[in-house]
């Protein structure tokens, strides 16, 4: 684990650097940058992050719960992805997928490597996960022939073009048109699902989708094992198979988007389709997958990719070999490291300890997830289950001045998402505790 860096020395002008830099941004960036904004009152400045940390201009440090969207995987400046990232920088910065090169090839098999053994998979480079999840469909569309795509609601599978269409909530739908041919199945939200708990319910009810609102044949269902931007909603045991059992059944391929759950972030699993013991036809991949490299994946079976190939699909930065080289280094270290173990520890010394604080701060509504992907939802009311979003407002504010960066989300902003990078050690679980203890307290 890295060690706990102390209070990063700064000698710069905090403040001129503050004022150059809040305005530059609003007088240069575009304005539709806005989506999702933490601190909007009060932006956050990062000139530095260090293993778990990151540093503001003032020089404070923060352990960053968000691990910057879930992208830092190993932690900020690690020296095997420094390592690998400045080699490969030295030797060829770019070699597009016209030309062959070591870095993918080396890369593609030992990320099949770590795949179920049992199926012939081949891997296809992309930039980001949105991209990789169009991929995705466009696959499995040209594998069936068919059209139609399932998601889940309160799914998030990106904003752009197809992604866009499959997720599935309102903050995230907008006048301008997202592709067709999506349908959205209701979720299996144990906490406040409109079933109530329980599985069958909800399949019966992803039938009953495919049957009114598709042709009865689709091309696939695209499943998070875990729903994180949705206020990390876990698939209850059992869902995620029986989805995929209906979606073969109308000629589907299944789809495991891994881009928050993979790589060992959720502690038990390296995958979260392992988790819940289903076995997809595609699994797509990204955020740490690179140690925040834009770097995202499609595993795929091969029978599927052959199907597309015949379709013309190119993208200029695709397993380019330095972002590729800090894949290899995530690879090489959640092993290396024990990372992995290390998300399991943490995530049950913190859920153990939440659970303390659920016993005696009724604001505290459920506490949800599994290793660093973890979910704590703020309620007014435990019967009710009414959000506490003005309260979860002022937690974040208290966590920010203690030194925490948090991040909310579902669609009604009240669930703390705690997703830091996977080499925290136990005194950063405790603290985060005991900022979130006092929070609670004065909320
Ligand atoms: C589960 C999931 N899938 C896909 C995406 C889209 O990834 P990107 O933002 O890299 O396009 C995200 C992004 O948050 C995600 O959480």
Redesign the pocket.
């Known amino acids: 684990m890295q060690a706990s860096p102390s209070t990063s020395p700064t000698t710069i002008d905090a403040p001129a650097l503050r004022a150059r830099i809040v305005q530059q941004r609003s007088r240069y960036l575009s304005p539709s940058l806005t989506t999702f904004p933490i601190y909007p009152d009060d932006p956050m400045i990062l000139v530095k992050g260090e293993g778990q940390y990151v540093f503001d201009e003032t020089g404070k440090r923060y352990l960053d719960c968000t691990a910057q969207?879930?992208c830092i995987s190993l932690g900020f400046a690690h020296a095997v992805t420094l390592k690998m990232v400045s080699e490969q920088m030295q030797k060829m910065q770019h070699c597009t997928t016209l030309f062959y090169n070591d870095q993918p090839a080396r890369y593609a098999e030992e990320l099949v490597g770590r795949l179920p053994p049992e199926v012939d998979w081949v891997i296809h480079l992309v930039n980001?996960?949105?991209?990789?999840?169009d991929l995705a469909y466009a696959m499995a569309r040209a594998h069936t022939g068919s059209y139609e795509m399932v998601s889940l609601r309160n799914a998030?599978?990106?904003?752009?073009f197809g992604?866009a269409g499959s997720t599935a909530f309102s903050p995230c739908r907008t006048p301008v048109a997202a592709n067709q041919g999506f349908v959205h199945a209701i979720h299996p939200d144990q906490y406040k699902g409109v079933f109530g708990p329980g599985v069958q319910p909800y399949l019966d009810e992803l039938k009953r989708t495919i049957f009114s609102s598709t042709s009865g044949h689709v091309a696939g269902m695209v499943i998070?094992p875990i729903q994180?931007?949705g206020g990390v909603v876990p698939m209850p045991p059992g869902y995620m198979r029986g989805a995929f059992e209906i979606v073969r059944e109308a000629g589907g391929v299944c789809i495991s988007?891994e881009?928050?759950t993979g790589f060992g972030r959720m502690g038990s699993h390296y995958w979260g389709f392992d988790a819940n013991e289903a076995l997809p036809d595609i699994i797509?991949m990204?955020?740490g997958m690179g140690n925040g490299f834009p770097i995202?994946g499609v595993a795929c079976r091969r029978d599927i990719a052959e199907s597309f190939s015949n379709v013309r699909f190119f993208n200029t930065f695709g397993s380019n070999p330095v972002t590729v080289a800090a894949a290899r280094s995530v690879l090489r270290c959640i092993d290396d490291e024990g990372l992995q173990e290390n998300a399991a520890r943490c995530g049950e010394r913190l859920i153990t300890g939440l659970n303390r604080l659920k016993d005696r701060h009724s604001l505290i509504g459920d506490i949800r997830g599994t290793g660093l992907i973890l979910g704590i939802e703020l309620v007014r009311d435990r019967k009710t289950r009414e959000p506490a979003v003005e309260e979860g407002n002022r937690i974040q504010q208290h966590l920010r001045r203690s030194g925490f960066i948090t991040v909310k989300g579902s669609a009604t902003r009240n669930v703390f998402r705690i997703n830091p990078a996977m080499c925290i050690n136990f005194d950063d679980v405790d603290g985060l505790l005991d900022a979130f203890d006092q929070a609670l307290a004065t909320v």
Do not use: P, R
């Open positions: 969207n879930v980001s996960g949105a991209e990789a999840i998030y599978h990106g904003l752009h992604a998070e994180g931007f988007d881009v928050q797509v990204g955020k995202a």
